[in-house]
């Protein structure tokens, strides 16, 4: 099986996954960490949500304008922005996603298409989100997948996403990239960068991740599958580690705040830009 075809079996694999859960928790542990509880994929929710307000803080979608979820998932950016009154498109391969996303937002658009070769005309969205998405296509799909966005988007249409540049992530189905080379690709692909912002300023993945090995037997990480995220199996097997999530949490929350606060960056995991397609601005 090559590359390609190993991606996508990952990436049905994921989906498949979706028939087992309920609803109240299904955006939580479909779109972040598979198998990890709510609350903690919903702290890692909030780092994402912080990073997308502080983007188009000032300039949001407004009521009426068309916004391209890609990779939606569920549909969580789909209804994050459909509640001020945007009209959301999500497109993603997973047929199960797509149908638990009209399911939780009947009046959004949904359609199964490929990233990146989408099929919609030139100009058709004022806004499109891609959050922890680009970075899963490899490195030659992502400079076609800035540019489609870029034809996709009207002239001074504008485009938030947020992607991987910690470079330590070695698993086949991640393509991480230093900040400046995404920067790179999309002043390649036409855009200009209105702004910038780190996302997990603290490296909570990394560090659980090691707290995970400590605590398997013979210090072996696992569960970087479609079924279960590095920290489920752990979770499954010493269900005592549930009661130090809320000391976590507790615990977490205000320091990723106090790393905001003081513009720390260096060891952030993701970050975010608000780009703008060169043209005339309505927004």
């Known amino acids: 099986m090559n590359g390609p075809q190993l991606l996508r079996r990952f990436w049905e694999e994921h989906d498949r996954t979706l028939l087992e859960e309920a609803e109240a928790t299904i955006s939580l542990r479909h779109d972040l960490y598979r198998g990890l509880p709510a609350s903690l994929n919903g702290f890692f929710d909030a780092l994402q949500r912080w990073t997308v307000k502080s983007l188009v803080r000032g300039s949001p979608p407004r009521p009426g304008e068309r916004i391209l979820d890609l990779g939606c998932g569920t549909g969580r950016w789909s209804r994050f922005f459909?509640?001020?009154g945007a009209r959301p498109v999500g497109v993603d391969l997973g047929v199960h996603a797509l149908r638990w996303a009209k399911r939780l937002l009947p009046e959004g658009g949904w359609a199964v298409m490929a990233?990146?070769?989408?099929?919609?005309?030139?100009g058709s969205f004022d806004w499109a989100i891609s959050v922890t998405v680009l970075q899963h296509l490899p490195y030659p799909e992502q400079e076609e997948a800035v540019r489609e966005i870029h034809r996709l988007l009207r002239p001074g249409g504008r485009g938030i996403l947020v992607e991987l540049v910690d470079g330590s992530e070695?698993?086949?189905y991640v393509f991480p990239r230093a900040p400046e080379d995404w920067e790179a690709l999309f002043r390649r692909a036409g855009f200009r960068i209105l702004k910038s912002s780190a996302?997990?300023?603290i490296p909570w993945v990394p560090i659980l991740r090691k707290a995970a090995a400590v605590v398997r037997a013979g210090g072996r990480e696992g569960g970087r599958d479609g079924r279960a995220s590095w920290g489920a199996a752990v979770l499954r097997?010493?269900?005592w580690l549930r009661w130090g999530v809320p000391v976590f949490l507790a615990l977490a929350y205000p320091a990723e705040r106090m790393a905001a606060w003081l513009k720390i960056s260096r060891w952030a995991r993701y970050?975010?830009?608000?780009?703008?397609?060169?043209g005339?601005?309505?927004?």
């Open 271 to 278: 970050g975010g830009w608000l780009l703008q397609k060169e």
């Open 237 to 239: 097997r010493h269900r």
């Open 199 to 201: 996302c997990e300023r």
């Open 115 to 122: 990233i990146p070769r989408l099929g919609f005309q030139d």
């Open 82 to 84: 459909a509640a001020s």
């Open 280 to 283: 005339p601005c309505g927004s």
């Open 170 to 172: 070695h698993v086949f």
